[in-house]
């Protein structure tokens, strides 16, 4: 199946990252959050990464008004998945929402049309099992900042079946990016690699081995990362790397995967990172 239309639902970090591409690449966009404060953050931050991509003579200013175009916006998942063939997933990393989420795409969404999460560690079988379309439900897990990052982690549930993971393979390429498939197990591959190195690095914070900014500069310089990991857990959000770590360390059942309290205590703080404008890091705007 070719997707031309898709409704993506949370217009958050990544959720305006997932509109962004999709409506560059000619796709029909229904972005959906609860929050109207959320929507018009997400379509300000997609006007002005494509203004950036404007300035740099990647798209043309007529191109840049006619994707802006394509995004309409919708506070009701289940009005906005209304004749669409594709529903992405991007609200909180928390497993409740999700499976309440997917009841109602479920209930109101046409019968042929794939739902997607974009889950970070969340059991996609477990997702899918809470609908009535197991085969057509599937990971599709974009990375942050979705404009620049080239891989979409493609996920398979148990049940997911071949046309669904074509189709979603196919789209990724479409979208510019560059799908790699995985199985269903915690974290998958990103995130099972990924999070403990964040975790340590909090470890490391707490028991005063190092300073935040001598931490990333080490990774940063030492290992040539693009940034410190505590920078990069600003980034994504602290109170997403928690819950991410959360499923791990439930799921998988091994110590080595607890969050570290400090990052429990930064969380409980409210210091989520470059969303609220501090994490390990301080941000201006
Ligand atoms: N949106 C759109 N474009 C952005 C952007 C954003 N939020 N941030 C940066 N860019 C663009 C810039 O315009 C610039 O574009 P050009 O190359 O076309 O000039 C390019 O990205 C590089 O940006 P900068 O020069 O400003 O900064 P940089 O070189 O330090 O790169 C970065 C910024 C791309 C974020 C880089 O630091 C990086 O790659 N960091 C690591 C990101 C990473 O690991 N992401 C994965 C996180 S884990 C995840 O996503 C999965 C999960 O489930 C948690
Ligand atoms: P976020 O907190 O930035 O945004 C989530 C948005 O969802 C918020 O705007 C919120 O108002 C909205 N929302 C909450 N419940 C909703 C509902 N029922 N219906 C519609 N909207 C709802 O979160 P995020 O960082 O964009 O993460 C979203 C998902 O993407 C998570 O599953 C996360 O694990 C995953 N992910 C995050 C990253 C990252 O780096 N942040 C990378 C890859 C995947």
């Known amino acids: 199946m070719t997707i031309d239309s898709v409704a993506v639902i949370g217009g958050g970090t990544m959720g305006n990252g997932i509109a962004h591409v999709s409506a560059q690449s000619g796709l029909q966009v229904h972005m959906v959050d ?3 404060e959320a929507l018009e953050q997400g379509l300000a931050t997609i006007d002005r990464n494509m203004d ?3 300035k740099k003579e990647r798209m043309t200013a007529q191109e840049k008004e006619a994707a802006m175009r394509r995004i309409q916006t919708f506070t009701d998942p289940a009005e906005a998945v209304q004749g669409v063939q594709l529903a992405v997933e991007a609200i909180p990393e928390r497993a409740e929402l999700k499976y309440e989420l997917f009841g109602t795409l479920d209930r109101e969404a046409g019968p042929d049309t794939i739902l997607a999460s974009n889950t ?12 009535s379309r197991p085969e057509k439900v599937i990971g599709m897990h974009f990375m942050n900042p979705v404009p620049v990052m080239k891989l979409v982690e ?14 979603v393979m196919q789209l990724s390429r479409a979208l510019g990016k560059i799908p790699v498939e995985v199985n269903d197990y915690p974290g998958f591959v990103s995130n099972r690699v990924l999070m403990p190195m964040i975790n340590e690095a909090v470890f490391a914070l707490m028991e005063g081995v190092a300073e935040v900014d001598a931490i990333d500069t080490v990774m940063k310089l030492g290992m040539n990362h693009p940034m410190g990991p505590l920078a990069l857990a600003d980034l994504i959000g602290l109170d997403t790397c928690l819950n991410i770590l959360e499923v791990l360390h439930r799921e998988l059942g091994d110590d080595r ?9 930064y969380v409980a703080a409210g210091w989520l990172g470059r969303k609220s404008g501090r994490g390990f890091h301080t941000y201006e705007d």
């Open 34 to 36: 609860v929050s109207a």
């Open 52 to 54: 950036r991509q404007v």
């Open 120 to 131: 970070s560690s969340i059991s996609i079988t477990e997702i899918a099992a809470r609908t």
């Open 154 to 167: 493609v996920i398979r549930g148990l049940a997911t079946d071949d046309a669904t993971t074509e189709s």
């Open 257 to 265: 995967y607890r969050p570290c309290p400090l990052l429990r205590k």
